[in-house]
């Protein structure tokens, strides 16, 4: 007991510093969070706030970038300046333009200097105060780089905070020189954003405060507004040596997190960002005691709590301690009370036992025998218990018996065999459990003796008959060895008496591991366990042979087997067992399930195809009626893939009709259906919808998906779905009305420009026949020759002069007459007629120019327009060149016109392209301009010769401001480039006296001529 009082003492002073050290470790564990989790509020902040002031200061600086690199306000401001004493009408538009340019970015004044630095105008109508120091040499900084420049905050005006923008206005003349024309200087005032983004706080804190300050040599300068100190802005400047504030560390720091004093001499912890491209150094700071507050209570409370689970443990230990050597005063009484027992017990059961007991001394003199003993080896009893017990063991087992008996004298317990005599000398072999015992006090061995010869006799006879059972197998080895049936014997207990090869192959398993066991014990798979129990069960109760199928799953994969099960009939046509064979039909039923998935799924996609989906739909709208809802058949189309697969390859076009695919199937719903009509057609089927603005959101879904490029290896290809929605039950009750209806509402999505989706209407069903008969009939056209160009004359504004000509194809169908190309010409588009026919208008054209320049006139510029699909074609360059040299026409009199939005869709590409066409000495026109969204950069770029005015600008330039002001632009912008400029839709001699009178060079409308046959444009050549 004075053992088990020092272990309760141990305890308890083990669980004492278990409670102080876990209370110590908890409590440092939470500070150590509280203050990590502060730190990343810290750095959020200060990494927020200095994105939104970098983002600010470049908007300031991409603001003046936009003003002074304007080709219009650099000529302006260059006039002005160069034009001497200007009348007030046109200062005032200056000075209009720079108060609005104030406005819109928010500046506190803008000044206009002249390249010597002098103020010419301000964005006030007061006169404005003289120029800071700090503004004139950000000025003079700028106009020697010509860069934009934000100044650091200064003070100005009577100590106030004030920050200055200077941009150069520039101008590039046709040479390519830039010339630097003026310089704007715009006041910002920080009040305007930065101080207020330096007094916020994402929460509520008494102490949290963002700081912004400056390096100045070995001083620092406080930039803002301090929140304890109000009144510093500017004025507080400390050096590094007096520095107490976090702010002292920007100059020897290795961390941008730290904890120190602040300015208030306060313990803050402190998180600081520099600024990029500004001497500023950005800190946001908290005060420690206040998120540590929290910490400290719990921290009492923790070391209370570890405090008085102590004395607890401490007076529990004790109860515990008195119950224990209570329990173990009663438990040695116990033991006493049982051993009396266990001998009165072994006295009953060693009398009356079957098997031989024997108690020897060390020694080995017998102690005590029972009566089985003295009758089994034939002693009297008093004899006997006078032998040692290895008088009882037969000679030549002697010496292995003394082993045994030394192991059980080592080990306590041991089991083995031996040979015993008895008093005649007979021997029988036994089986000896022997143990070591303690009776009064004393060490004894226990031996409990068993006669074993009737288990040798047994186990003789079943080795022989194993040696027979094993021939027998042998023999059927033989037999079965070569075949890949798999064959099973059982007998009445269904335990395995013969496998064949193959029938052991699948499982891994030797004839000797299945010998003698069942099924379960085989540990077949458990797929097909319970299904062959059963039919054997059958075979061995009624005789019966059973057919059937089960899949099998075996180290090399899932198999499919095809099995008969049979009873076994012994002699007198008793059952004696059953048996079972199995075949192999896997490849037969993979041979059954790929025609059965060909029938139903695209085999490119692995979606469902057409039969599969007419299923699927089927089945959605019986379920749509049940229920009164609405069903979806969505079918897309994939606008251009044509092209692409035809210019990229067959195999990068089933690569991207895979990768749809799979982007479709990740953004519909785990209801809807994506299916494979064939070619770059899909369906989508929506079952369960409430309404179609369910379809509609779906559809636009879709279309959105399709926006980011497909990647695919180093090829980038964008393609976007026309897509056509038919509703149930409104568009149709069947799988096949659906399905037609969303084909035609497919096609005028095509034709209402492709990328969106359209819902199915009757009228539409009209309008598809109708473009089926325009697509037969611009077949039909080509093969008789139904095509014909007409030329429209483009004139000199200053004489009228005939000096080019427009070609535009016409369509004369023997039934329809004259067709206008707005009608066929999207159609050509859409079926990929409009590469034939594009290359017929230009060899067309470029054969009736070679007639023209032979002709004894001045030269005519011959005008073509190109499609996008045309221009995209990979066959364009090679064609052109071929028509130049077969016509022989001059390349300098072709022009090709092509609208923006055609060379903006890739402008990298279309840099390269044009380049080609001007490297053949071909002319080069932008169609339509000012209605698409080219950028002034890329214009100059572009290897362009004219900008072609959009004729809806030139219809109501005399009555709408706007649309002469665009066509004044152009026609200045021209100019500016060097280019020409030409105004097409002219029909009023007010109109065509207005763009000659604004320097518009050429002209061309119906106010000259319409569009006329060539014979007709050649008599006007020979009449001018």
């Not at 004259?818 to 208008?841: R, S």
């Not at 080219?934 to 572009?942: A, E, M, N, T, W």
Request: proline residues 4%; hydrophobic residues 40%.
């Amino acid at each position: 007991m004075r053992k088990d009082a020092r272990a309760f003492l141990g305890i308890y002073l083990l669980l004492t510093c278990l409670f102080a050290g876990g209370t110590l470790t908890f409590n440092a564990f939470q500070k150590n969070n509280l203050t990590n989790e502060k730190l990343n509020e810290l750095n959020s902040v200060v990494g927020l706030k200095s994105i939104q002031l970098g983002n600010w200061l470049e908007d300031i600086r991409n603001d003046a970038r936009a003003i002074g690199e304007n080709p219009f306000v650099s000529a302006a401001a260059k006039e002005w300046i160069s034009g001497g004493h200007p009348d007030n009408s046109e200062r005032q538009k200056l000075e209009k333009w720079l108060s609005d340019l104030r406005k819109n970015y928010e500046y506190h004044e803008i000044i206009l200097l002249t390249p010597e630095l002098v103020p010419l105008l301000s964005s006030k109508t007061v006169s404005s105060a003289p120029l800071q120091a700090e503004e004139l040499a950000l000025a003079e900084k700028t106009l020697n780089t010509s860069e934009i420049l934000v100044s650091d905050i200064f003070p100005c005006h009577g100590n106030i905070a004030c920050m200055s923008l200077a941009a150069p206005l520039t101008l590039q003349d046709n040479t390519g020189k830039t010339e630097t024309t003026g310089i704007l200087l715009a006041k910002i005032n920080p009040d305007s954003f930065l101080f207020p983004l330096t007094q916020t706080w994402p929460s509520p804190s008494e102490s949290a405060e963002t700081l912004i300050v400056r390096k100045e040599g070995r001083q620092v300068t406080y930039l803002n507004d301090l929140r304890f100190r109000p009144g510093k802005l500017l004025a507080d400047r400390m050096a590094e040596d007096k520095l107490t504030l976090p702010s002292a560390l920007i100059f020897n720091r290795n961390h941008d997190f730290f904890e120190s004093v602040d300015y208030r001499g306060v313990p803050v912890l402190a998180v600081m960002r520099e600024i990029p491209g500004m001497p500023w150094i950005m800190i946001s700071k908290i005060d420690i005691e206040e998120f540590l507050a929290p910490q400290r209570h719990l921290a009492l409370i923790s070391t209370l709590m570890a405090l008085g689970l102590i004395l607890a443990s401490g007076y529990a230990i004790w109860i515990w301690w008195l119950r224990q050597r209570t329990r173990f005063e009663a438990l040695e009484i116990r033991k006493e009370l049982e051993n009396e027992k266990l001998r009165n017990k072994y006295e009953i059961l060693s009398r009356n036992a079957n098997d031989i007991i024997l108690v020897s001394a060390g020694n080995g003199r017998i102690l005590d025998a029972n009566e089985r003993a003295i009758e089994a080896y034939g002693y009297r009893s008093d004899v006997l218990l006078s032998m040692p017990i290895q008088a009882l063991v037969e000679d030549k087992q002697k010496p292995s018996f003394q082993r045994y008996f030394s192991n059980v004298r080592k080990a306590g317990f041991l089991v083995f065999e031996s040979l015993n005599k008895t008093a005649d000398g007979t021997t029988f072999p036994v089986e000896i459990n022997a143990r070591t015992i303690v009776m009064d006090g004393e060490t004894v061995f226990l031996s409990v003796i068993r006669n074993i010869a009737e288990r040798k006799q047994a186990l003789e006879a079943l080795k022989s008959y194993a040696a027979e059972i094993a021939t027998q197998n042998r023999k059927m080895d033989a037999i079965f060895a070569s075949t890949p049936e798999h064959v099973w014997l059982f007998d009445r207990n269904l335990c395995c008496i013969f496998a064949s090869k193959a029938a052991l192959t699948i499982i891994s398993a030797t004839q000797t591991d299945v010998m003698g066991r069942t099924l379960r014990m085989i540990n077949y798979p458990t797929d097909a366990l319970l299904r062959l129990e059963a039919d054997l069960a059958k075979a061995l109760g009624n005789g019966e042979t059973i057919k059937g199928r089960t899949p099998l799953t075996t180290p090399s994969g899932l198999r499919h087997f095809e099995y008969i099960i049979f009873p076994v009939h012994g002699e007198g046509g008793s059952i004696t067992g059953a048996g079972a064979t199995l075949h192999d039909i896997t490849e037969r039923k993979q041979a059954e399930e790929r025609i059965q998935y060909l029938a139903h799924y695209d085999i490119l996609t692995g979606l469902p195809n057409r039969v599969m989906l007419d299923d699927y739909i089927s089945a959605a709208i019986a379920s749509a009626q049940q229920q009164d809802m609405q069903t979806a058949v969505l079918l897309l189309d994939l606008d251009r893939f044509k092209t692409i697969n035809d210019s990229l390859g067959h195999v990068l076009g089933d690569t991207l009709l895979q990768a749809v695919a799979e982007r479709i199937k990740k953004i519909v719903h785990s209801k809807d259906i994506v299916g494979r009509m064939g070619g770059d057609e899909f369906i989508i089927l929506s079952p369960g919808l409430r309404d179609a603005d369910e379809a509609a959101r779906l559809g636009q879904k879709i279309i959105e998906s399709m926006a980011d490029p497909f990647v695919l290896g180093d090829n980038r290809i964008t393609t976007s779905p026309s897509i056509g929605i038919s509703i149930y039950p409104f568009d149709g009750i069947d799988s096949e009305t659906l399905i037609r209806n969303a084909d035609t509402a497919m096609y005028q999505a095509k034709a209402s420009g492709r990328n969106n989706f359209q819902f199915f209407a009757q009228q539409m069903t009209a309008r598809a026949q109708e473009l089926m008969s325009l697509d037969i009939g611009l077949r039909k056209a080509f093969e008789n020759n139904e095509f014909l160009l007409h030329y429209q004359p483009q004139v000199r504004s200053s004489d009228g002069a005939i000096i080019g000509a427009e070609a535009l194809v016409r369509w004369l169908s023997p039934e329809k007459g004259m067709i206008p190309p707005g009608k066929f010409i999207p159609v050509t588009e859409e079926t990929g007629l409009i590469i034939p026919l594009g290359e017929w208008i230009l060899r067309t054209a470029f054969e009736t120019a070679a007639k023209w320049h032979k002709m004894d006139i001045p030269p005519v510029t011959m005008a073509i327009n190109l499609s996008a699909i045309q221009f995209r074609s990979p066959s364009l360059l090679e064609t052109i060149e071929r028509l130049l040299k077969e016509t022989g026409v001059p390349p300098e009199l072709i022009e090709l016109e092509l609208t923006e939005g055609i060379i903006m869709s890739d402008a990298k590409e279309a840099i390269e392209k044009l380049q080609h066409f001007k490297d053949l000495g071909l002319k080069l026109s932008i169609d339509d301009f000012g209605t698409g969204y080219s950028s002034l950069s890329y214009l100059r770029r572009f290897p362009i010769d004219k900008l072609k005015i959009d004729q809806s600008f030139v219809r109501d330039l005399l009555t709408d401001p706007g649309d002469a002001a665009i066509t004044n632009s152009i026609i200045a912008l021209a100019r500016e480039l060097g280019l020409h400029a030409i105004a097409e839709g002219v029909e009023t001699k007010e109109q065509f006296e207005y763009l000659r009178d604004h320097n518009c060079e050429e002209i061309q409308g119906y106010y000259f001529s319409r569009p006329i046959p060539e014979d007709e444009f050649t008599e006007k050549l020979k009449n001018q």
